[in-house]
């Protein structure tokens, strides 16, 4: 990370801080006639995908209907559930887009997910051994942990992370690492799974018996589509969100950096680590709506509760703050960010050793 | 208070297992709200009907509920909810029309009268037009005509007169079968709201007396004297209604008491919430919000609402005065004053109102 004083660090606050001062004062009329519209499409989207789909035996038929419920679980977790969430609507007072009691369309449930990613991962965005998102507790991206044999497959277990990534993300806050390590027991979750047993039953429930028996003459074609429409949501969200923070510039941290010798973490300090560790990248405006606006993952991580549609709208102002201040201003095509992160899964795979004979390999 | 009470039912259930919220049909409310605002069903709407102008600062409007609102007594009242620059704001008034209205032609008014510098009634006023729809909760509230009837003694001021209205149009509609007094304190006649109206029951029903005070006429003021009461025949078997202003309603506590009139022939309602006098040397403390992991420190009578807004965070709330319930929370552990009541809340888990709970030493809440 890089090193700025205490006065610099002042000023950075001071600059961002403007910048969000500025949006919320503005917010009204226009940010809720945004994420009303948002709501009706997915609305739209996961309504014409449920009706079209019993008549799925009729191959492009099928084809629509599991985009079009896939596209809907996109929006739905990625624009809406994430960002209502994270409380970038509470200001309007509706209860059906409010953080505290919005429950969204995913096997996590939406107390877990307050927890684990509004709480942990916001707070100590990669500081490993901090940050449980880093990695995952399954994937090793950083020299911060040692090589283990295992380490060597773990890009199977990324494709397989991937694919069930709803489920990954409902039982993150199990801690599997750490009831390994015997740090935790299995009976102090036991609240936990609980929750998630509910939660991820309802959505299992719904996709994979329900509206498959409804139909029931054409209930393989329901579920195939169904399982579909959850595959796509997936890949997607979890591509989205690899591109976020483990691309080759998005840098780690050390609890040593923010809180060592008894010090605590400035707010200045806290900005330039959200800018350093988190990285973006470029795309159409569709893309941004798909990725809930993480494509702008460094304005997302600053500004964590404005609503995120203003993102492409600030993204100048803090690109010339991360200029005046000498931060890396971390972006790119979805292609070559995404490159970076499969790179870095491959190379953190190796030992240290050869990694270091493989030129190609070098992400550090 | 806006969102309708729903019963558990294996209906409900399955909306639940779809849908990932008690209200599984409001699932559909963003495309039923484009198709017709009338068909949401997380709120009832109503379609504003008309707005008729009684005086230079209050209007009444005529509204028209969607058939599932249940009805209303008279005297009561409703918060409703409207959207100003994407903002959800709830407020509460009287129903001022009578009963039969809703009834026969499935109608019913607020009587609003202009706050200076309040957000909504000044919206209200200036921006609600005719053929918009709002939310309305349903009724409540206990300021009720006595049943079987007695002599009945109003005294109302300003903007109090509404619910009165409510009633007195109703008793009308009835026929009077015992005497019934009004008391009605003005600025002056032309801060009269359905003044005319008034007369005009007055003149049909033998057993209604209509008494306007203008207030600022002369060059003294004019307030309620005990000579106002002196006039009542029978005061003393007479049930009494009073709604204004808070200086009003004290002032007719102390003379109807001076006049020996028993407390529980009293019904009185308000318009803004009545504050009980806290000693505030020992409120305030430390309160958490565990779910946001902040805690802060509170000093004086700050109400929590307030305390959490200030450490930026934003509940939900509805009136800000304690009647609609929206800012209801869980209080895992503390003490907490009602700035209504003042009374003390037990030390343990609980239900309060964020906007009218003061916390007294520290208090942690789940939000």
Redesign the interface.
Known sequence: MKQMTEAQLTELEQDLNAIRNDVLADLGERDARYIRRVVRLHRTLEVGGRVLMPFGFIPPVFVAATVALGLSKIIENMEIGHNVMHGQYDWMNDPSLHSQTYEWDTACSSDSWRRTHNYEHHTYTNIIGKDRDYGYAVLRLSDDEPWRPRHSLQFINYILLSTFFQWGVGLHELETERLHRREITLRSKLPFLKEFFRKGGRQAFKDYVFFPLLTFPVAPIVLAGNIGANLIRNLWSSTVIFCGHFTQDAETFTEEECWGDGKNESKGHWYLRQLSGSSNFTGGRWVHLLSGHLSFQMEHHVFPDLPAHRYPEISDRVREVCAKHGIHYNTGSFARQYGTVLKRIAAFSLPDRLRARLPALDVA | ML?RQNHSTPLQW?G???F??DDAS??????LA?INPMWVQ?YTPARVQRIIRDTSDTQTFVLKPARRWQGFAAGQHVNICV?I?????HRTFSLSSSTTLWHDEGLVTLTIKRLPGGRVTNWLHDQLKSGAVVGLSEAFGDFLIPEPVRPILFIAGGSGITPILSQLKTMAVHGFRAPVTLLYFVRDHDHAIAGEHLQNLAALHDLLTVKIVASQGGSEPRYLTQSDLNEITDLGCRDIFLCGPQGLMALAGELLDAKGVSRDKIHSTYFSAPQTDLDSEDLGGKVRFA?S?LDVDSTGDAPLLEIAEAAGL????GCRMGICH?CSCRKTSGTVVNRLTGQASGPGEDTIQLCISIPQGPVSLD?
């Open positions: 969102a399955l639940r297992q779809l990932n919220r409001a699932f559909f409310d963003p495309l484009r997380e959207e620059d994407g903002v959800r704001h779910r992991n934003t509940p939900q709330h929206q939000i």
